[in-house]
C-alpha cells in the first residue's frame, strides 16, 4: 500500500505540475494577450495560392472503408491541389480493388503496392508510400511541399490543409487536434477514447509543445514540409519512418528535433455556417458557430478491439520509445518521462483496486465478527495516512480536470459520464499494457520484431457527415462559376418561387448544365464525366448494346483493373435515392457484366448526344478522323480549350454542325473551317 502510495502521489503531482501551467498560461493569455492575436480569417487561408500537398494514407486490411475515405476527403475539403497516396499489399486483392475503385472516381488518387506482402509494419507501408510519391514527381515533374499524414478511416475537416498551405513553409512540422467521434453513453469503452484525447489534444499537446517545442506525431492530421521530409530522409537513409517500431508516428515526431524548424500543434477555431430553423415559426436561418480544426474519427469501442490498439500505442512509446533515449533539454526528458511512465501506471492502478479490496474486507471482517478484528492499519494523523488524502486529493482535481475537457469538446453529459469511463478505461489500459509488455518479450526472445497489430476501423455514414456536407452554392463560388451577389440574387428567388437553385441558375445563363451537375458530384462525392461519344473505344460500345443504353441512361466510360465505369444522368440518379440503392443498382450491374461497376455523373444533354452519336458513328462505312476538327484548332493556337467546350456545349443542345457553331461564336470563319476540313479529307 506504501508503495502504490508513493507511485500516484509521484504521478499526480507531475500531472498537477502540467495543470498548473496550462491555467498559469491560460490566464496570462486571457489578460494580456487577449486583444493581440487575432483569429486566422478564411480570407487570409484563400489569399495563399494553393502548394502541391501529397497524402500518405496507409492501408492494410482496410476494403470497407478506404473508397469512402478518399471520396469523403474530395467531397468535404475545401483544396484542389492534392495527390492522394494510398499504400495496399499484394496479399490484399479487396484494399487494391476498393483503392481502384476510389481512382475511377477521383483521378488525383494514386495506389502503391508495396514488394512485401503484409501485414508488415505501418512504418515500411509508409516508407513505401514515400517511393511511390518521388516516382510520381519524376514522373508527372510535381514537386510536393506539403507531405500530410491520415488514415483510412479519418474526416479530414474541409478547412485543415488550406491551414497547412498557410502556415507552411514557416512551420516544419504541423500536428492538429485528433477527436474520437461520439458514442451512445452506453458505449463506455469508445468514450474512453473521448475523454483520454479531449484530455490530453485539448492541454497536454499544448503544454508539450509550450515546455519543449518538440511533438510527437499522432499519426493523423500530421502535416511535414518538404524540408522536415528531406531531414528525416537524410538522418534515416531515406526511411523516414522507424521500421522497427509500432508507433513510427511517434518516433518520426521526436526524430524532428534536432531540426532547427519550428513545430506546432494548431489548435485552431474557424467561424462555420449552419442553417438551422425556428423552434416557433421554423422559419430556416443561418447560424454561425466556432468549429475546431481537427481530425475526426471513430475509435474502438469493444473490450478486445480496443485492447488490440492500444497495446500497440503501448508497446511502441513505453516499451520501444526508451529507444529515443534522453537529451540534454530538461523539459524534453520531463516529457519522455511521462510517456513512459503509463505501462507503470497501468499495473500500479490494478494493483491499487485489489489492496483497496483487500482493506475493504479487512475492516468488513472486522466489523461483522469484532473477535477477529485486528489492529487498524490506518490511523488519523499517520504520515501514511495523510499522504493517502493528499494523492485522493489529486485524484479528485483529476476527476474535475477531465470533466472540464470533454465537455468543451463534447457536453455536459458526456462530461458526467467520465468519471465511470476513467474506471473503465483502467482495466483496458491493463489489458493492453499485459499484452504489450508479453508481446516485447517474446519479440526480444526470438530476435524478431513485433508486427502490425490491425484495429478493424468502421468509417461514419452519410447521416454522420452532414456537419461536413457543402452547400452547392458554396461549391459554386469557390469554382469561380458565380459570384456572391448573383447567388444572393437566385437565392432570394429561390425561397419565393420553391423551385431548385439549379433551374434558376441554368434559366438565368449563369451555368451551363454540365457546370451544375459537376458541382453536384462534387457535393455527393461522385465522379463527373464530359461524354465524348467519338473516343469511346468500339469493345465497350459491344458490351452495352443501344436499346441498353436508352433504357437504363447509361453509356461507358472506361474499364480498368475489372472496374467498369459506367455514365448516367442526375435525373436517372435523383436527389432522393440513398446510398443503398445506388450500391444495389450498382451490384445488378455488376453481376450483368461480370465485373465491378462505378456509376459517374453527367449531364442529360450530354448523355443523350453521346448515345445518338457515339452508336450512329459506329455505324458509318469510312472510319472515325483521327483529329477532329475542335482538336486540330486548338492545337493549331486558333481556338483555347475553353472555347472549344464551350462550342461542344452548344452542339450538344442545337445538334448544328461544330464548324458553324464555331463561326457563329466569332471564333472562326468559314473559310479557315472549309480549309481544315479539306486537309483532314472530310466535306463540311
Excluded at 247 to 252: G, N, Q, S
Excluded at 624 to 633: F, M, N, Q, S
Amino acid at each position: 500500500m506504501i508503495g502504490l502510495i508513493v507511485i500516484f502521489l509521484v504521478s499526480g503531482l507531475d500531472d498537477f505540475f502540467v495543470d498548473v501551467v496550462y491555467y498559469c498560461r491560460a490566464a496570462y493569455r486571457f489578460l494580456f494577450k487577449r486583444n493581440k492575436v487575432k483569429p486566422i480569417t478564411w480570407e487570409q487561408l484563400e489569399a495563399v495560392p494553393e502548394k502541391p500537398v501529397a497524402i500518405m494514407v496507409p492501408a492494410w486490411k482496410e476494403a470497407d472503408v478506404i473508397a469512402d475515405m478518399v471520396l469523403n476527403f474530395r467531397k468535404t475539403v475545401k483544396y484542389d491541389n492534392w495527390v492522394l497516396f494510398v499504400g495496399t499489399y499484394p496479399n490484399d486483392p479487396d484494399t487494391f480493388r476498393e483503392a481502384e475503385r476510389a481512382r475511377c472516381y477521383i483521378p488525383n488518387t494514386e495506389v502503391v503496392v508495396t514488394p512485401a506482402p503484409g501485414p508488415t509494419c505501418k512504418s515500411d507501408c509508409l516508407n513505401w508510400v514515400y517511393q511511390g510519391i518521388l516516382l510520381y514527381e519524376e514522373r508527372t515533374g510535381v514537386t510536393f511541399d506539403i507531405f500530410l499524414m491520415h488514415d483510412a478511416e479519418d474526416i479530414v475537416h474541409p478547412a485543415s490543409v488550406k491551414f497547412y498551405n498557410y502556415l507552411m513553409p514557416r512551420m516544419d512540422f504541423i500536428q492538429t487536434p485528433v477527436v474520437p467521434l461520439s458514442r451512445k453513453w452506453h458505449q463506455l469503452i469508445g468514450g474512453v477514447y473521448m475523454d483520454e484525447f479531449a484530455e490530453s489534444h485539448l492541454k497536454d499537446m499544448r503544454m508539450r509543445e509550450f515546455m519543449t517545442g518538440v511533438l510527437p506525431s499522432a499519426g493523423v492530421g500530421t502535416a511535414l514540409s518538404r524540408a522536415a521530409i528531406q531531414y528525416l530522409a537524410k538522418h534515416r537513409r531515406n526511411q523516414i519512418f522507424d521500421v522497427t517500431t509500432l508507433t513510427e508516428d511517434y518516433i518520426m515526431g521526436l526524430s524532428l528535433r534536432g531540426m532547427k524548424g519550428k513545430k506546432i500543434f494548431l489548435q485552431q477555431y474557424i467561424e462555420t455556417e449552419t442553417e438551422v430553423r425556428s423552434l416557433i415559426l421554423r422559419r430556416k436561418k443561418i447560424k454561425k458557430k466556432k468549429e475546431l480544426i481537427a481530425t475526426k474519427e471513430y475509435f474502438p469501442h469493444t473490450f478486445t478491439t480496443s485492447t488490440r490498439q492500444k497495446s500497440r500505442w503501448t508497446l511502441g512509446i513505453c516499451l520501444q520509445g526508451w529507444r529515443v533515449g534522453w537529451t540534454m533539454h530538461p523539459f524534453l526528458n520531463y516529457w519522455l518521462m511521462r510517456d513512459r511512465k503509463g505501462i507503470l501506471n497501468s499495473f500500479a492502478v490494478i494493483l491499487g483496486y485489489c489492496v483497496a479490496i483487500f482493506l475493504g474486507l479487512f475492516y468488513l471482517l472486522g466489523l461483522l465478527f469484532p473477535a477477529l478484528q485486528l489492529p487498524l492499519i490506518l490511523t488519523e494523523g499517520d504520515w501514511v495516512t495523510n499522504l493517502l488524502y493528499i494523492v485522493m486529493g489529486l485524484f479528485g482535481w483529476r476527476l474535475i480536470n477531465r470533466f472540464l475537457c470533454t465537455t468543451r469538446f463534447y457536453n455536459v453529459f458526456q462530461g458526467l459520464l467520465s468519471p465511470i469511463r476513467m474506471l473503465v478505461g483502467n482495466f483496458v489500459n491493463f489489458r493492453a499494457a499485459w499484452i504489450a509488455t508479453r508481446q516485447f518479450v517474446l519479440a526480444k526472445v526470438r530476435g524478431e520484431t513485433p508486427e502490425w497489430i490491425k484495429t478493424e476501423h468502421a468509417f461514419p455514414s452519410q447521416g454522420q457527415l452532414k456537419s461536413y456536407h457543402r452547400r452547392i452554392g458554396e461549391i459554386l463560388i469557390e469554382q469561380g462559376l458565380v459570384t456572391e451577389a448573383q447567388l444572393e440574387e437566385c437565392l432570394k428567388l429561390q425561397e419565393e418561387t420553391g423551385r431548385k437553385l439549379g433551374e434558376i441558375l441554368i434559366e438565368k445563363d449563369l451555368l451551363w448544365e454540365e457546370d451544375l451537375v459537376e458541382a453536384l458530384a462534387i457535393q455527393n462525392g461522385n465522379a463527373f464525366v464530359e461524354l465524348d461519344p467519338y473516343s469511346v473505344d468500339a469493345s465497350l460500345l459491344e458490351k452495352i448494346p443501344v436499346d441498353l443504353a436508352r433504357e437504363m441512361r447509361i453509356f461507358p466510360v472506361s474499364l480498368q483493373n475489372n472496374v467498369f465505369v459506367l455514365a448516367t444522368d442526375v435525373i436517372n440518379v435523383g436527389d432522393e435515392e440513398t446510398e443503398n440503392n445506388r450500391d444495389r443498382r450498382e451490384r445488378e450491374l455488376g453481376e450483368r457484366f461480370g465485373c465491378a461497376i462505378r456509376m459517374a455523373w453527367s449531364s442529360t444533354r450530354d448523355l443523350e448526344f453521346a448515345i445518338d452519336n457515339a452508336y450512329s458513328e459506329r455505324a458509318r462505312p469510312f472510319p472515325p478522323v483521327k483529329e477532329r476538327l475542335g482538336e486540330r484548332l486548338v492545337r493549331m493556337g486558333r481556338l483555347t480549350r475553353d472555347e472549344l467546350i464551350e462550342a461542344l456545349r452548344i452542339q450538344k443542345r442545337t445538334r448544328e454542325q461544330l464548324g458553324r457553331i464555331l463561326v457563329g461564336m466569332g471564333k472562326a470563319t468559314e473559310p479557315e473551317i472549309e480549309e481544315v476540313l479539306a486537309n483532314q479529307g472530310q466535306s463540311a
